[in-house]
């Protein structure tokens, strides 16, 4: 058995032509294999039809699983504006795609559905990918069974519309749920990271409802924020401070004093914090802040971890989500954080990925874990022979 993979990278005007084009650059490193499993990272610029046929186009009904992002990132670095598909190609591993639409907050219906699909053979690795805005996947997340192999992230897109999508096979949308399962000669390693960290500032969640964080030591959270870095609160709800706020996320105090990190997605007008994960009244929180060289190194620890987690298996492909507040920190050195990837990865393991709103984790005795501010990679690998 022969597991080879490759990427294929384009940045047109139009949609349809850059995931042609994409599809077309991959399929040429693969040479004659034809590819049985496909990672669509794309721009939310593209309109995500033309994406699809693009693809479909030339690889017909492979199965396809996507997100859109603000930026893709490859063995090249960054790629604004673009179309990244990366494809498998193995003659003993397959690949079923599956689309679950109109997955919304609290959509328990949809989150059963999805929990009833890997409550078979939940020890598969899975691929997930969920809408950035609105879906909550900390709740899908609690009611799957411990050890699944849920692997994933949110999508993102423009951040003042709110606008994201995913895509499944050869369907597409907002508000969905995208999920594949691998099955046959294959392994994968995860490993996470992120370079945030607490740096004394403390309060407590006073008043919150749902996804949405109002005060913090009973003012609004603006307010607090104002105090720490000297911006008028007023100001935290207008572009660009309403969004940069992701780089300033709470570390919430666990049972056993660890910390959660939950970052907003934006300043609302009221000066509270919108997030993508629901956070409790009473809640201890740390206010968070990263580094260069915080996240370069745990970049480099997540891949190691994958890596190590192969059991030996040659790395083929690694797929990179890190959240937005990466792209955001990496603004002055676009690229810096694949690149300490691709340099544990080797030069030879070429990289798909992009900037999402949340990563999924799985964990070996408990349910996936819903992450913010973490790099994920995970990286596929050809087993050795027996």
Not at 62 to 75: F, H, K, N
Request: negative net charge; glycine residues 12%; contains cysteine.
């Amino acid at each position: 058995m022969t597991l080879l993979a490759a990427v294929g990278q384009a940045r047109t005007l139009d949609g349809r032509e850059a995931g042609l084009q994409a599809t077309h650059h991959a399929l040429n490193k693969l040479g004659s294999l034809a590819p049985v499993f496909g990672i669509v990272i794309s721009s939310y610029q593209y309109d995500a039809q033309g994406v699809v046929n693009g693809i479909a186009s030339l690889i017909g009904d492979t199965p396809v699983i996507g997100i859109s992002t603000p930026a893709g990132l490859t063995s090249e670095g960054l790629q604004p504006h673009s179309v990244i598909l990366g494809l498998i190609a193995a003659t003993d591993v397959r690949a079923e795609v599956t689309w679950l639409p109109g997955y919304t907050q609290g959509s328990r219906e949809v989150s059963q559905q999805l929990a009833d699909l890997l409550k078979r053979n939940p020890e598969k690795p899975s691929l997930l990918f969920a809408d950035g805005f609105n879906a909550d996947a900390e709740q899908f997340c609690s009611g799957l069974l411990a050890g699944t192999n849920l692997i994933g992230a949110l999508s993102s897109g423009d951040m003042n519309a709110g606008n994201a999508y995913q895509i499944g096979g050869a369907q597409f949308g907002a508000g969905g749920l995208a999920l594949a399962r691998l099955e046959g000669n294959l392994r994968v390693g995860v490993g996470s990271g992120s370079g945030w960290q607490p740096v004394g500032s403390h309060f407590r969640v006073t008043r919150s409802r749902g996804f949405w964080v109002r005060t913090l030591d009973g003012r609004p959270a603006s307010e607090t924020y104002a105090r720490l870095f000297g911006y008028p609160a007023r100001e935290w709800a207008f572009p660009p401070l309403n969004h940069l706020a992701r780089l300033y996320p709470l570390g919430l105090e666990q049972m056993d004093k660890s910390l959660l990190l939950r970052s907003p997605l934006r300043v609302e007008a009221d000066g509270s914090f919108r997030m993508n994960a629901a956070v409790s009244d009473g809640t201890e929180a740390y206010l968070l802040v990263g580094s260069l060289t915080a996240c370069q190194q745990a970049a480099t620890a997540a891949t190691e971890q994958a890596l190590a987690a192969l059991d030996g298996a040659r790395p083929v492909l690694a797929l990179v989500l890190a959240d937005i507040a990466w792209q955001m920190l990496f603004e002055a050195q676009q690229g810096a954080d694949v690149a300490a990837v691709q340099a544990a990865l080797g030069a030879d393991v070429p990289v798909v990925g992009g900037y999402t709103l949340g990563q999924i984790l799985p964990r070996a005795d408990t349910p996936p874990q819903f992450l913010n501010q973490h790099m994920l990679v995970v990286v596929f690998g050809e087993p050795k022979e027996k």
